[in-house]
């Protein structure tokens, strides 16, 4: 096994794999988050998929699989259709959903209208463009990485100079343009800048599941902190780990695409990030909702007796466990037994000859005065 | 700097401005002007274009005709003398940022691009949300704010602009009593200090007690001026047309009674 894995980690396709996952899962996870939090994570479904015509206008022109030229003309259509869509929208009176579904389905049928078109041409050449619609990694040489790392840098570079700049563009726009930030222009740059990580994800996971590694590790790495550098800088963790490991499996297990692996790694995360996150994960939410609830009950149990008490005008009124539970609907002994632990209240005897029940339940001292603290609180809730 | 000034002695001086969107006039020729050192509120029915008009003039929304001017430039010429406070809705709080970093957003356009704020930063935006008792939530994560601590950290930010010349737009909507107070009272000490504050309002029936100038507006200008010339039933009904009754007319013609007794 050791040396499986030593043979697979020496092994040159798979060291390109890696760090061609790895670059795309920097910069998509960096990228990813202003996406996320612009609320622009369909921007870059749509983009990407407009990449495809671009993919093969691209071909056309060099006549080979010129990288290089792909990726310009994967730019210039992911960029064109956001061009696009913000056109839709301001001229037109269609709302962002509709242009972004309308400019995706345009964009991508006419990319596969060019790959058939190409593919009946019977070039030898053409062999596996289709491989940019689901991604093929092992297809990765050197020359590319480079291209790719170039990209990356250029876009990080980017993302720490404006740092301010974008994060006060994709919290506050209007109060960004009020201070004379050019808004038009930082908007169209973050857009750029993600038709730059699906250009990067081309060969890795391909246009049509790039989305998911813009939006999936932003999402992730939101539920874990509540710092936008925090936030970034995780983001890019995940994207990475989630590009490494797809990158590893697929390998371990040859004939599985690497793409889709990839993309299903990262969404491992994002499920586990959903659902165990301290603070937003739904686990979290459960339990301090159940917490909420049984507290609520105790509250609710004790400002009864103390009500019942006001209205007897009588601070050691004796309650009924019957009268309590009609009141409740069912099932305050329980309630009532850990306020008892707690020593608000008391259940007492009643003095012999009085008809009913032996035992009833009387506030202490302590029970009265967190009752009134409770209604004091909720007073002020009120106000 | 050789351009002669228009109208400097106003601290904001609005003519002709019109305003479209989709082919629909949302302002019409609106002229307007603030002097110095007044607390003004601009109040209308729905779709009267407060907001807009406030926009309009930061430059946020284009015009189709007219000029602005804030003591007799363009804005963009002296941003660093205006303050702004945006509605509160018009942001996501669930962004991941604290009190203390929005607060520090204010400060940004003097920071410029590249500065990164220091410690010098960090204290004006602490001393600024002491000013709108926010210095203890000052790392809360802005999402568990409530309404009124969120009205309070925009305040914060728009007071270490250190302006002359404040626009707020709705700051009393949806927050609580004592949040209410406490805007009013930081936007007095601000009039005090000879700044120019201007609001778009909701409740008409603070608007005697709050300020002290002015707009009526509905698309068109009804009528500007001290509160206490312009604030008439009939200035109102003009405004406000029928939706009047809606807004318990009663106690209008109430105070406007009470303002001819006074005057």
């Not at chain 2, 356009?109 to 410690?119: E, S």
Request: with cysteine; hydrophobic share 50%; glycine share 10%.
């Amino acid at each position: 096994m050791m040396a499986d894995m030593t043979a697979l980690l020496t092994d040159y396709t798979l060291q390109s794999v890696i760090i061609g996952a790895v670059l795309l899962g920097l910069v998509s996870g960096v990228l990813g988050c202003f996406a996320v939090l612009r609320h622009q994570g369909l921007l870059g479904d749509t983009m990407s998929h407009a990449a495809l015509p671009g993919v093969c206008l691209g071909f056309l022109i060099a006549g080979t699989r010129d990288i290089g030229i792909i990726m310009a003309g994967a730019l210039f259509t992911g960029t064109l259709a956001a061009l696009v869509i913000l056109l839709l929208t301001r001229m037109s009176r269609l709302k962002t959903d509709a242009a972004l579904g309308i400019v995706l389905s345009i964009f991508f049928a006419f990319g596969v209208v060019l790959l058939t078109y190409i593919q009946g041409q019977n070039n030898a050449a053409q062999g596996g463009l289709d491989a940019f619609l689901f991604g093929q990694a092992a297809a990765i040489l050197r020359s590319d990485l480079w291209l790719m790392g170039g990209i990356t840098a250029v876009a990080l570079g980017l993302v720490a100079m404006l740092w301010k700049a974008f994060k006060l563009v994709s919290f506050d726009p209007e109060f960004a343009a009020s201070l004379g930030f050019p808004v038009l222009v930082l908007d169209g740059v973050l857009t750029v800048m993600i038709a730059l990580a699906v250009v990067v994800g081309l060969q890795m996971v391909g246009v049509v599941l790039m989305a998911a590694m813009v939006i999936a590790p932003a999402v992730a790495a939101r539920q874990w902190t509540s710092r936008l550098e925090t936030m970034v800088v995780l983001s890019a963790v995940i994207g990475m780990f989630g590009g490494v490991s797809g990158a590893v499996l697929s390998a371990l297990k040859p004939g599985l695409a690497t793409g889709p692996l990839i993309i299903l790694s990262v969404s491992a995360v994002v499920v586990v990030s959903l659902a165990l996150a301290p603070r937003r994960g739904m686990l979290w939410e459960a339990v301090s909702l159940w917490r909420g609830r049984r507290r609520l009950r105790y509250q609710h149990v004790l400002t009864t007796l103390y009500r019942l008490a006001v209205h007897h005008a009588d601070p050691d009124y004796s309650s009924e466990q019957g009268m309590l539970d009609t009141y409740h609907g069912l099932g305050t002994r329980s309630a009532l037994r850990k306020l008892q632990a707690k020593g608000q209240v008391e259940w007492r005897a009643v003095a012999t000859g009085e008809p009913g029940p032996s035992h009833r339940w009387v506030l202490t001292p302590a029970g009265i005065r967190e009752a009134e603290r409770i209604l004091d609180a909720l007073g002020q809730e009120e106000r | 700097m050789t351009m002669p000034l228009h109208e400097p002695y106003l601290a904001l001086h609005v003519e002709d401005l019109t305003v479209s969107y989709h082919s629909k006039p949302v302002l019409w020729d609106i002229d307007f002007d603030v002097p110095p050192g007044v607390m003004a509120a601009i109040v209308g029915p729905n779709g009267a274009g407060k907001s807009t008009l406030i926009k309009s003039v930061l430059g946020l929304v284009p015009s189709m005709a007219g000029h602005v001017t804030l003591f007799g430039r363009p804005y963009q010429q002296h941003r660093r003398r205006v303050g702004y406070v945006p509605q509160r809705s018009s942001v996501d709080w669930d962004f991941p940022t604290t009190a203390l970093d929005v607060v520090t957003m204010g400060l940004y356009g003097r920071l410029g691009w590249l500065r990164r704020p220091g410690r010098r930063e960090r204290n004006e935006a602490m001393a600024a949300l002491e000013m709108v008792g926010m210095a203890h939530l000052s790392k809360r994560q802005i999402s568990e704010l409530s309404g009124g601590q969120q009205q309070r950290v925009f305040l914060a930010r728009a007071l270490v602009q250190q302006a002359d010349v404040y626009f707020l737009d709705e700051p009393m909507a949806g927050v609580d009593a004592t949040t209410e107070r406490a805007i009013v009272d930081i936007l007095r000490r601000l009039r005090d200090d000879g700044k120019t504050v201007i609001v778009v309002h909701h409740d008409l029936q603070t608007v005697r007690s709050y300020f002290d100038w002015l707009l009526i507006l509905n698309v068109r200008v009804i009528a500007q001026g001290p509160v206490s010339q312009v604030y008439t039933a009939e200035n109102l009904r003009r405004a406000y047309g029928g939706q009047i009754a809606l807004l318990d007319e009663a106690s209008f013609l109430a105070d406007a009674a009470d303002k001819t007794s006074e005057t």
